[in-house]
């Protein structure tokens, strides 16, 4: 199988899980308060086992999942990926003991996970942190600051942390903590934001944390945060097709039963272009995501570029694809309810979390750099000509 062709087996599955989110997660994503952890939607995932794929599947296979329950219920996907982002390092850094702790705890449903990196100062750049981690005793810290932009924050169980413990080091004087809810000295508060699913501020007043919370290695905590990254931002863009998908769908059905100036509102033919550019974006998109997470899976070297690019592609496509669906369908798609309204104010947030467009730009321009210079095409032809002629 190749990045770009699905087997059967992986396209049934897609549309058995966005068959699962109409039926079964979206009835439970509409009970749900904004702004509010969705318990019986989580839990609701659990039961239907996908909670547990995130740690048992590669990044295509999570792409695959979130593309489709985007499809379908984004508040569903949401769920989703704060449960695995948030859980990820536990899995993939944590100890033995943690992982006991916590990850049967995330994939029943149980807990509630989250990923605290960003902070008032130190959202894009995040080797700025400024959350101290103060030495306390032989093997311990305290953690002094405030955490902001946290998705399931103040709700979630449990945070994974990114503290700083050695001054002026950048980003490698950054530790992983795993920091239970119910800590002394942890609070939050919600912040009212546009997007529908939790996210809230933290404050720490010396909190206390040990040896035993540490998620892979002291100063090296910013490697847990940009393995963890690079493995959700091609599933970011997953996440962003899914919505172009269902909004060129919804303008596929809408223009096709439309009457307008003695037709269908697809006869005109700048409307007839316009949906054939939503889709071809949308389908380019797709396959780069596909791409990205294939990279990743088999362990290209490449990774952070092929991820920064499949985010950054499929963030700014959707944007695109919904905003023209949103003109297609006129002032309707703007009600209160409708799937237009509802994917339009969705579709905003991916272009700035686990880092924005620009950072994502920076980051691709950054990789480009170290790659070795490439002889032009044309010259690399003459030469092999002139040797093939001299033999």
């Known amino acids: ?39 019986p939607l989580v839990a609701e995932l659990a039961r239907l086992g996908l909670l547990g794929r995130l740690f048992t599947s590669g990044a295509l296979d999570l ?22 982002l948030g859980a990820h390092p536990v899995h993939a850094y944590g100890t033995g003991p943690q992982r006991a702790r916590w990850l049967p705890a995330v994939t029943g449903g149980d807990a509630v996970a989250a990923f605290a990196l960003s902070e008032p100062g130190a959202g894009s750049d995040a080797a700025a942190l400024a959350l101290r981690a ?25 945070y994974t942390v990114f503290a700083r413990t050695t001054t002026g080091a950048g980003a490698r004087g950054v530790t992983a903590f795993l ?31 040990t040896a035993d919370d540490v998620l892979g290695e002291v100063d090296r905590g ?13 599933s970011v863009g ?29 006869d005109l033919q700048t409307v007839a272009h316009q949906v054939a550019e939503m889709a071809v974006r949308t389908e380019a998109a797709r396959l780069m995501v596909y791409a990205a997470a294939s990279a990743y899976d088999a362990g290209d070297p490449d990774v952070p570029k092929r991820a920064a690019m499949a985010k950054l592609l499929a963030t700014e496509t959707a944007q695109y694809v919904v905003d023209a669906a949103v003109q297609l369908h006129g002032a309707r798609a703007l009600r209160r309810g409708h799937l237009l309204e509802h994917l339009y ?18 980051i691709i321009a950054k990789e480009l750099a170290k790659e070795p210079a490439k002889e032009p095409a044309e010259e690399s032809a003459k030469e092999s000509a002139k040797e093939s002629y001299a033999s």
Request: with cysteine.
């Open 345 to 362: 104010r969705e579709v905003r947030a991916p272009r700035v979390y686990e880092g924005a467009s620009e950072v994502q730009r920076d």
């Open 63 to 84: 792409c695959l999942m979130r593309e489709s329950l985007a499809y379908a219920c984004t508040e569903a996907e949401t769920a989703l990926a704060l449960q695995g």
């Open 222 to 234: 910013f490697r847990v945060a940009m393995g963890t990254l690079n493995l959700f931002r091609p």
């Open 1 to 39: 199988m190749t990045a770009f062709s699905l087997d059967p087996a992986q396209l049934i599955r897609c549309a058995e899980l966005r068959t699962l989110a109409a039926e079964r997660l979206r009835p439970l994503a509409e009970k749900g308060e904004p702004g509010r952890v969705n318990r």
């Open 134 to 158: 103060d030495p306390d005793g032989p093997d311990g810290w305290r953690l002094t600051g405030e955490k902001c932009w946290i998705s399931n924050a103040p709700e979630a169980d449990f």
């Open 238 to 266: 997953a996440f962003a097709v899914g919505m172009a998908q269902a909004a060129l769908d919804a303008t596929l059905t809408h223009t096709a039963e439309r009457d307008a100036f003695g037709g269908k509102l697809r």
């Open 179 to 209: 920091v239970p809810a119910d800590r002394p000295g942890l609070g939050g508060t919600p912040l009212d934001m546009l997007s529908p699913h939790p996210i809230g501020a933290l404050a720490f007043d010396a909190v206390p944390v």
